[in-house]
Structures are given as C-alpha cells and as structure tokens.
C-alpha cells in the first residue's frame, strides 16, 4: 500500500492538528477553532494518506494565477525523509499552475531543506509578526 496523495479543501482539522503535532511544526494545535479557521480559509490544501491515516499536507494560500503562499508543509515525524514533502509541493506547482510563484516561510529547522529540493532564498521579504 503506498501514499495516496490529493485535493482536500474540506480536511477534518482534527487531522490538520494531528499532523502539525506529529510533524513538530509549531501551531496552535490546542486551539481547535483556530485550527479550523486556518483549514477553512486556506484555498488549496494538498494532502498525502497512508492507509487512509492522514499523514502530511501542504496547506496554502493562492490566486491561481500570480502567487502562492505555502503557509503549512507539514509531514508525521515518522514518514519525514520519504519525499512525502517533496511530493507534496510538486502537487502544489502542479495545481497552480505555470504563471504562479510559490512562496514560503521556513522554521528554522528545516532551512536546509528547501534548497535541496529547488528552493531560491529569497533576501527581500518583510514581515509584521502575529500579536499571538
């Protein structure tokens, strides 16, 4: 049986937290209604399923036409290393097409993974950061 991998816009966010907790990915995984927000508003959500058990996403935030923001890449702690995130991202580029950048902000943890897999560090990005 191997990864099955899709197009979730209605994802339980039970399983979103789940994911986030397994992964280490740090996000508000005790705040369920916050979860579901981010599941809900979030316009593409590419998922990857072993034996139907959710156990990676990428989840983001598109036009379909310029921009794509990758907000989430998140894969179970036990299945890291598989190419599930590599996956995962190509799927996304898949889905938004040819005329859309995608970017993303790394942990820092994982700094070195987006290079290896084609990522371009990018110098000039700002950010304002959450109250909470």
Same mark, same amino acid.
């Given at each position: ?11 339980d966010?039970?399983?979103?937290? #789940? =994911?986030? *907790? $397994? ?10 209604? !916050?979860?579901? /927000? ?20 990428a989840r ?13 890449? #998140? =894969?179970? *702690? $036990? ?10 991202? !190509?799927?996304? /580029? ?39």
């Amino acid at each position: 049986m191997g990864v099955e991998y899709g197009i979730e816009p209605d994802v339980d966010p039970a399983e979103v937290a #789940a =994911v986030f *907790r $397994e992964s280490g990915l740090r996000r508000p995984v005790d705040d369920p209604a !916050r979860i579901a /927000r981010m599941v809900r508003t979030a316009n593409l959500i590419v998922c990857a399923r072993l034996g139907g058990r959710l156990i990676g996403l990428a989840r983001s935030v598109t036009d379909f036409s310029f921009c794509c923001y990758l907000s989430d890449l #998140a =894969v179970v *702690r $036990e299945q890291q290393r598989n190419g599930i995130g590599k996956e995962l991202i !190509r799927r996304t /580029r898949e889905a938004i097409g040819e005329e859309s950048m995608l970017l993303l902000l790394s942990a820092p943890e994982a700094h070195a993974y987006y290079p290896h897999i084609g990522f371009e560090k990018a110098e000039n990005a700002w950010i304002l950061h959450r109250a909470r």
